[in-house]
């Protein structure tokens, strides 16, 4: 199992510029989230989906949409980018209990 | 609202001293808890949890207590490693309807010297 994998590890963008990062999961599961990770700031939620094609805003949702279209994959959109969504972006999937696993990281920085 | 807080790092310690990383909690209903640990380049891993009061969970040595009367779960390690190095989240998961997001704390970092 390759668990929860992330597409790109790094990507540096311009001020409007579009992007989409993709999550993957290979365990079946319902739940998949969206965080961001700042410094001195923990992690923040970005969106989150209880199942295949379905969406939720999370704690810090403005500036960004996902998309649920297969259960296995959670996409995350900047439609235009902003150097304050300059961070680490997570993504985490879980089944039913609140155990959450983590891919490993996309670093983004917009110039 | 649900709120974790944790001490504020870097926590320095030398090869084999004993750790304690505080972390409190805020929240509606009965939580579990839990402790991750980023290393450096890395994604999150679950390192233990607790579901219920008077819970301990532990791994690889770290231990923590769910203990309702003090809303607490700090982090406590007999012996630490230099491979212990990491970030450390406390973070607390409810069942909010329709959702099972985790809330997590600002992290700490911990540096163990040789």
């Known amino acids: 199992n390759a668990g929860v994998t992330q597409t790109p590890k790094f990507r540096v963008l311009k001020t409007g510029q579009s992007m989409t990062l993709l999550c993957a999961q290979d365990m079946n599961h319902e739940y998949m989230y969206w965080y961001r990770q700042d410094p001195g700031m923990g992690l923040r939620l970005i969106h989150y989906?209880?199942?295949?094609?379905?969406?939720a805003k999370g704690e810090v949702p403005d500036g960004y949409n996902v998309s649920r279209l297969k259960k296995q994959n959670f996409l995350l959109g900047l439609e235009s980018a902003a150097p304050s969504q300059t961070s680490v972006y997570f993504c985490?999937?879980?089944?039913?209990?609140?155990?959450?696993?983590f891919g490993p990281g996309t670093r983004l920085t917009v110039l | 609202g649900n709120s974790v807080t944790q001490m504020e790092g870097p926590v320095t310690l030398s090869e084999e001293a004993f750790l304690t990383i505080n972390c409190t909690y805020t929240?509606?209903?009965?939580?579990?808890l839990f402790w991750y640990v980023q290393y450096p380049g890395e994604g999150l891993q679950l390192l233990l949890k607790?579901?219920?009061?008077?819970d301990k969970g532990s791994n690889k040595g770290f231990e923590a207590t769910y203990r309702k009367e003090t809303t607490s779960f700090h982090l406590e390690k007999g012996s630490v490693q230099v491979s212990d190095s990491a970030v450390y989240f406390c973070a607390l998961g409810t069942l909010d309807t329709g959702r099972r997001a985790l809330t997590f704390g600002s992290g700490t970092r911990l540096q163990v010297q040789p």
């Open positions: 985490a999937s879980s089944y039913l209990s609140d155990e959450q696993f």
């Open positions: 607790a579901t219920k009061a008077d």
């Open positions: 929240a509606t209903g009965y939580p579990s």
């Open positions: 989906s209880v199942g295949e094609g379905t969406t």
